[in-house]
């Protein structure tokens, strides 16, 4: 770019009349002032090595805390002779996922089938022991890790059960249709903390006294049966968005009910709702952090318990930003991969 | 007869056994469900000796609330502490909603600003704010900012109307007297505002005349009351809050006394919320056609009357809607106040309250039962608007 449009560039994109001037000055003056101190605070003045609070003289962050408690931060307290097991669960998750990208069309199906009905198999058992493997309490589970089981745990709970109450809302039997709408309606209007209460305080009490459920299994189902609501919501806008042509054809074919739905009506009504449902799911991601409130330690969690340590008091600011910078980029990289897709089927029916 | 033909076809249909059969067995695992519950309920309380029922709310519950709309002490009972707990919701709520819409709309409109700064900085605003889980910036609002305030004795004090520091917040209370004059007034300013508008309806269908009626409305607003409150009497007492030393401690007294958890609680919900508010801003401004205005233009209107009377209401046509939906979440994640101690429904009633009778399902059904009817309210609300401002398409 040259002086002249840069020159331009400015008089119409900051400098465009006289509120303009002034409003572009002021906001130029406040980020000048605040961003160098900021990254005077985060970078130039900040402790990165160390091993204990002490080792932050210099008056900037002291990003010590984070590496100390970094491996709470990621597994919780699971046994550290055991973590392997943690990270061996999450490399065949992200390889499978990832392979989604480079496999032929037809593979990807087969990928999907392993994430959803064999994946969870292995690394339950990865996780929680058996088979030969020491077992883990659930107790013990926390950070990053529980966090990101959670979420998986919910998208693969929620969607099927979304998809038969999208169903089941326009099912012309009037008893299903009414229970889907009451049940969808049900946990749409009550707040999570409140399913949260329920699955962690009050279902015990309402199953037979020697029969127990594991808290965190409780709470996952919760938020599972909470996030189907949702689910259920959006796929509905999908079904709605179908031409009625698409049942007639699949009807004059002589298909059932489920043929019909499941290989005409769905594959094109989730097609067009994936945005929809990526939304969904990363607020479940940003959801998870909930779980605090009933006692378990999420990413969120353990940095609430280590900020509290006598050792460590006064590092909230440094381990909330960690916090952030985590859950913002996941969130973010979803939506901006949502928005991309959305540009991507909008050129398509074009 | 049509109707009665459709619906024997209907009855018909649903008398098939095909189509019989899954229904029955739906209704027959609801009440199975309903039943294994209420009977493990029942066996459960048998075993550890408690009785069922709400009777409990009527016995003192015994513990202070530190932030109350109405009178409450331990000596109150149960279903006074549920009443506190839900004024406090509606009243986090409130404010949230109000902050969140205004900010919303700031920021909304910023987004389609020319100026690439305000245009830029927006966006960053929209995509920090709604990207970032709420608990975490309650609890950033709550355990860094709020507790880095300065100390009672050093307290920040702006133009002696608000005192900040680390107690919370304190603002002059305004006592009124004989205020039922003011509520007069207004009352009697809103019946004339809607007499002047059934009659600037007439004028303008049989004489062509506009009257402007939003500028009548402005004035009478503020004269009818005025004038009522001179009338009755009315007279204004300002209690600033006062610093007071006791037992060593220095401490501010009288006054409106907000404190952290309130602020944490409103100023995180209005921040995330304001970030969902002004993408569907953007989207209601953008969705107006540009025809609609060049029209508006092409048939004489002026630029402010396209805006008031085509621009503007297309564009909250879309705005409303999702718009709503974001207060109704707002009221439902209000309930996070029980993470930071704020003494809502959630936090005071199924938290404290909970924990005191060991009532779980009769307080997690109240609870519940409370937030699903707010929630049903507004979109009871929310479908009767939609239904009158839907297109009526030919």
Known sequence: MNKENIKSWLKINLFSNWYNSIISLFVLIVILLIIPSFLDWAIFKATFIGKTKADCKTGGACWVFISVWFEKFIYGFYPDKELWRVNLAFIILILSVLSAFFVKPKIKPYILFFLVFIFPIIGFILIHGGFGLENVETRVWGGLSLTFMLTFFGIIFAFPLGVLL??????????????????????????????????????????????????????????????????????????????KGQYEAAKSLGMSYWKMNFLIILPQAIKTVIPGLTNTFIALFKDTPLIILVGLLELLGMVNLAKSNSYWLGMAVEGYIFVGLIFWFFSYLLSRYTQSLEKKFSTERH | MFLNSEFKTSLKKNLRLSNLVPQLLLIFFFFFVIYFFANNAQLNMKARNMNSGFDFLGTNSGFDIQFSLIDYDGSSSYGRAYLVGL????????????????????????????????????????ELFRNLPLILQIFFWYFTVLRSLPS???????????????????????????????????????????????????????????????????????????IFSLIGGVSINVEYPKLVKNFGIFN??????????????????????????????????????????????????????????????????????????????????????????????????????????????????IVMMTYLTISLLISLILNWYNKKIALVER
């Open chain 2, 152 to 226: 009672t004795e050093k307290s920040l004090i702006i133009f002696n109307f608000l005192i900040i520091n680390l107690q919370g917040f304190y603002i002059p209370k305004f006592i009124f007297t004989n205020s039922h004059y003011i509520i007069y007034g207004i009352a009697f300013t809103l019946l004339t505002i809607f007499l002047i508008k059934y009659y600037a309806k007439k004028m303008f269908y049989e004489h062509a005349k506009v009257i402007p009626v939003f500028k009548i409305s402005l004035l009478l607003i503020i004269l009818f009351p005025l």
């Open chain 2, 87 to 126: 004024l406090n919701t509606l009243l986090v709520a409130f404010f949230g909603i109000f902050f969140a819409t205004i900010i919303g709309f700031i920021i909304g409109v910023s987004r389609l600003s020319s100026n690439w700064i305000i245009n830029k900085l927006s966006l960053i605003y929209v």
């Open chain 1, 166 to 243: 999208a169903l089941g809302k326009r099912s012309e039997l009037p008893v299903i249709k009414y229970f889907c709408i009451a049940f969808v309606e049900f946990w749409r209007g009550i707040p999570l903390i409140t399913v949260l209460f329920a699955a962690a305080i009050m279902f015990p009490l309402l199953l037979p006294a020697n029969f127990n459920v594991d808290k965190l299994l409780r709470v996952a189902i919760g938020l599972g049966i909470f996030e189907s609501a949702y689910v259920a919501e959006v796929i509905r806008g999908g079904l709605q968005s179908l031409p």
């Open chain 2, 252 to 365: 501010y007294l009288g006054g409106v006394k907000l404190i952290p958890e309130f602020l944490a609680l409103v100023f995180s919900l209005s921040l995330y919320t304001s970030a969902f508010i002004a993408e569907n801003v953007r989207a209601g401004i953008l969705a107006v056609n540009k025809g609609q205005k060049e029209a508006a233009k092409s048939l004489g209107f002026n630029n402010s009357q396209s805006l008031n009377l085509i621009v503007i209401p297309q564009a909250l046509r879309v705005i409303i809607p999702p718009t709503t939906n974001q207060y109704l979440n707002l009221t439902k994640n209000s309930s996070l106040a029980a993470a930071i101690g704020y003494p809502d429904l959630t936090g005071a009633f199924a938290g404290t309250a909970l924990s005191q009778t060991g009532k779980a399902i009769e307080i997690i059904f």
